[in-house]
């Protein structure tokens, strides 16, 4: 039994499935397994959810900035499709890295969403547009880099600080590295049991 942790990308109401958002990696232990399903196959899951990072910590008045590498946009997707109120006061920013378009997943959804809900804002970019068969039109380079240039600030109409605005990190380590020192320059705090604060982190190894 190969057991690994994955964060729900469907929304916690639904009851009829449960979606996942898993990149295959072929020398992995697990992902070649699930690749190589069937319809109908059966897999063990635990019975029990668990999990600290959710919107549960981030007071109902606050905006939120969610930033992923990857496959950490799962949980966002999970967030914004239970708690979201398309069109409500509180604002959203999904800032998505990866590093080629094919790579940005649910990008055709959270186009969507962006289109019907004005508060939303849906920023994707990527690391190696010189291999794109076709013109990337987006920005490029990391994820980090949205922050540092203003790009929540232009979608918003005001500037994201701590008193207004907590922060999602997921992803690879290093980007979370990156966006936690960014953020700290900015007055940014991680959140802990012992100090609460406005950035929210999940390492996803």
Known sequence: LVRRAYSIASSSLRREYIEFYIALVSSGALTPRLFALSMGDRIWM?????????????????HVVMIATGTGLAPYMSMLTTHMDCGGKRKFAVLHGARHSWDLGYRSELMTLQHLCNNLSYCPIISRPQNEPVPWPGASGYVQDLW??????????????????????????????????????????????????????????
């Open 46 to 62: 635990s019975p029990k959810i668990t999990g600290l990072f959710t919107l549960d910590r981030v007071p109902p008045d606050k």
């Open 148 to 205: 540092k240039a203003g790009e929540i600030e232009r979608a918003w109409g005001f500037r994201p600080t701590p008193e207004n605005t907590h922060v999602f990190l997921c992803g690879s380590p290093a980007m979370i590295d990156s966006a936690i020192e960014t953020l700290g320059q900015d007055g940014f705090i991680e959140h802990s049991k012992r100090q609460p604060g406005q950035i929210h982190v999940e390492r996803y190894w």
